[in-house]
């Protein structure tokens, strides 16, 4: 991995990615004086998006799902996500350096590109306007990445000491020579909003559901995001109530089968596009949580690298949730090294986009990423509305009765225990669970599945581990080659040792 500086000065002027919907495709070097013209600017606009589509994959959401409670490893596995699963993780490990890099590579990109919006706006008012909304794009996905970036490599944000809690670097000017700090989470979440903000005074894009460029809508569901993390309790409950009617939640499984096989939904806020010739832009996720072969007798086997916990598959109700069997299902379980056949629980939701496949019995394994769904908001209110000893069943009840469960009238505790459950069932395999967990101080004690620990991996140390919230590593380490090129960067996270 390169330090930030290396990447910014390499990618900010190498944007040779598949364009979006406009067919542009920038040159892989500065394009002379196109370089601050309309066309080289939306190209890179298009490049970052294609960016985007990759860091925002489900294959870059799997590892914050290792690390918790929602899957055991199986000898499938060849050690896939084994340091995450284990709890192993280091400072030298690659796929900790690779999630920093990517992320970065696009805060470098959107950078360089604002740079040139903003000649090109010099150079021809005539555009000033499309330029000027391209900036706002921009800021609002670099916000977006940043909030990744915090929620991996950041503590909980926690009010009384975001001023003395570590934070990530926000560059937000194109200098290949910067060595930067990371500040404060107190100064990192001042960026984010500063960039929401500046988002929020240019794009007045109107949102549609599956829109799959920014919107005013989708820059209000980050909005909800960034509050809740913030403690911003009422600016929560606020920003996710104006989204629910433009968003109705689905009703039925039909429609939950389309949200996940065929990619479309009238909940989905923001997701970002995949064609037939834009697939490459995502990894697939063949063998974490499937990788299905089909059967002569008509029907998939699967050979996974990890499944469901015994907790997790109890959680749901197979006579009434509707994620029953479009998100989650009893599944024939193969095990590659002895060819012994089970019947156990797996994730499905993402064995791809049956409308992106070539034969019906090859999967894909790859969705068009959801940034942001209206589900996400309705449990924001009904968390933001516990914390303030409000009305958190509503929200809850509206939830859960769309996906076809009762409503329940629980209080306290037990309330708080119904929220965490859904938020379970709702996002599991979509990486938001790490999150969760670390905001709401919480360990993890893991479940094995039962039909499948006899090809569990890593003993019980691994499919019964516990980790208690004090943990400090429920906080990623910086990768090692940040810290040694960066002397301005600032202390490895706690817990950590750089060799």
């Not at 039909?451 to 003993?459: H, Q, S």
């Amino acid at each position: 991995m390169k330090k930030i500086v290396y990447l910014i000065a390499a990618l900010g002027l190498g944007c040779g990615f598949v364009s979006c919907d406009l067919d542009l495709t920038p040159d892989t070097d500065v394009a002379g004086s196109d370089a601050a013209a309309l066309i080289y600017v939306e190209g890179l606009r298009n490049g970052i998006y294609n960016q985007l589509t990759t860091v925002s994959g489900y294959d870059y959401m799997r590892y914050p799902e290792y690390y918790t409670d929602l899957f055991n490893e199986t000898t499938n596995s060849g050690n896939r996500g084994g340091y995450f699963s284990r709890w192993q993780l280091n400072a030298t490990d690659q796929d900790v350096n690779d999630i920093w890099s990517k992320y970065y590579s696009v805060v470098a990109s959107i950078n360089y590109a604002i740079m040139r919006a903003e000649q090109a706006a010099a150079n021809d008012p005539d555009n000033a306007d499309v330029l000027t909304f391209y900036k706002g794009e921009l800021h609002l996905i670099r916000a977006y990445v940043f909030h990744q970036l915090a929620l991996r490599f950041c503590e909980d944000y926690e009010p009384e000491r975001a001023s003395s809690q570590l934070g990530i670097p926000t560059p937000v000017s194109y200098d290949p020579a910067a060595q930067h700090s990371r500040g404060t989470l107190e100064q990192t979440y001042q960026r984010i909003l500063d960039d929401i903000a500046a988002a929020e005074k240019i794009v007045d894009t109107p949102g549609a559901a599956d829109s799959p460029y920014v919107t005013v809508d989708a820059i209000t569901a980050l909005k909800a995001q960034v509050a809740l993390q913030m403690h911003r309790y009422d600016d929560a409950i606020a920003y996710a109530r104006s989204l629910y009617g433009a968003y109705p939640l689905i009703t039925s499984k039909s429609q939950m089968e389309q949200m996940w096989m065929n990619d479309t939904s009238s909940e989905t806020i923001f997701q970002l596009s995949l064609t037939s010739t834009t697939l490459p832009l995502v990894d697939n996720t063949t063998y974490d949580y499937s990788n299905g072969t089909w059967n002569a007798a008509g029907y998939f086997i699967y050979s996974p690298a990890y499944v469901p916990e015994q907790w997790v598959c109890d959680l749901f109700d197979t006579a009434k949730d509707y994620r029953y069997g479009p998100c989650v299902s009893a599944s024939h379980i193969k095990e590659i090294d002895n060819g012994a056949n089970t019947d156990g629980w797996l994730l499905v939701k993402l064995t791809g986009n049956r409308d992106l496949f070539t034969s019906a019995s090859v999967l894909t394994y790859k969705n068009m990423p959801k940034i942001f769904r209206v589900a996400e908001m309705y449990l924001i209110e009904a968390e933001a509305q516990y914390r303030n000893n409000g009305d958190a069943l509503t929200p809850l009840n509206a939830l859960r009765q769309a996906r076809g469960l009762d409503a329940v009238g629980s209080t306290g505790e037990a309330l708080f225990k119904e929220i965490q459950d859904e938020s379970a069932r709702e996002f599991i395999g979509e990486g938001r669970r790490l999150f969760d967990l670390k905001r709401w101080h919480q360990g993890i004690a893991r479940d094995a599945q039962t039909a499948c620990i006899g090809f569990l991996t890593g003993g019980s140390s691994v499919f019964e581990l516990t980790v208690d919230a004090a943990n400090s590593k429920w906080v990623w380490p910086v990768p090692q080659e940040e810290l040694h090129n960066n002397p301005n960067f600032g202390n490895q996270n706690a817990g950590y040792v750089n060799n």
